[in-house]
């Protein structure tokens, strides 16, 4: 099995929220495991996040799960639940339909996860803001486009 040297992998930087929803994530870096290995089935993504940055607006997915292990650090996990702090080891498994908005935000000392799950085609919602997703259109939950 080739390993992946992740360091060769560009981190991307940047978010492809609308403003002003992107500001959240100054600092996240995440980097294209899946893509980099030649995987096409699923994604699997390396995020760092320095201290307080997010990891996403909250938000969940009607047609794709997700599964979450951290690495290194701390961050806190942010749903419907309330606030639940994850170290390295954890994991965390978001269910497709389950409706409970979820997000990361990093510890202290900043956090180091892998997320896994399908590419996304169907919509996904944030229930915090003015926003959903469907495809790579960004609308205002009323509909109405970006």
Request: glycine content about 12%.
């Amino acid at each position: 099995m080739p390993k992946i040297d992740i360091d060769a992998i560009e981190g991307k930087t940047s978010s492809d929220y609308p403003d002003p929803y992107n500001l959240g994530h100054h600092g996240r870096v995440y980097r294209s495991l899946a893509k980099a290995g030649g995987i096409a089935d699923f994604e699997a993504n390396h995020v760092i996040l320095p201290p307080g940055a997010w990891s996403s607006q909250r938000h969940w997915h009607e047609g794709e799960d997700e599964f979450l292990v951290m690495t290194s650090g701390t961050a806190i996990l942010k749903d419907d639940r309330g606030e639940t702090v994850l170290k390295a080891g954890d994991c965390a498994a978001f269910p497709k339909m389950d409706r409970n908005g979820h997000h990361l935000i990093g510890g202290p000392e900043g956090a180091t996860f892998v997320v896994v799950g399908i590419t996304e085609t169907s919509p996904c919602h944030y229930p915090d803001i003015d926003l959903r997703a469907e495809g790579p259109r960004y609308l205002h939950k009323d509909g109405t486009p970006y």
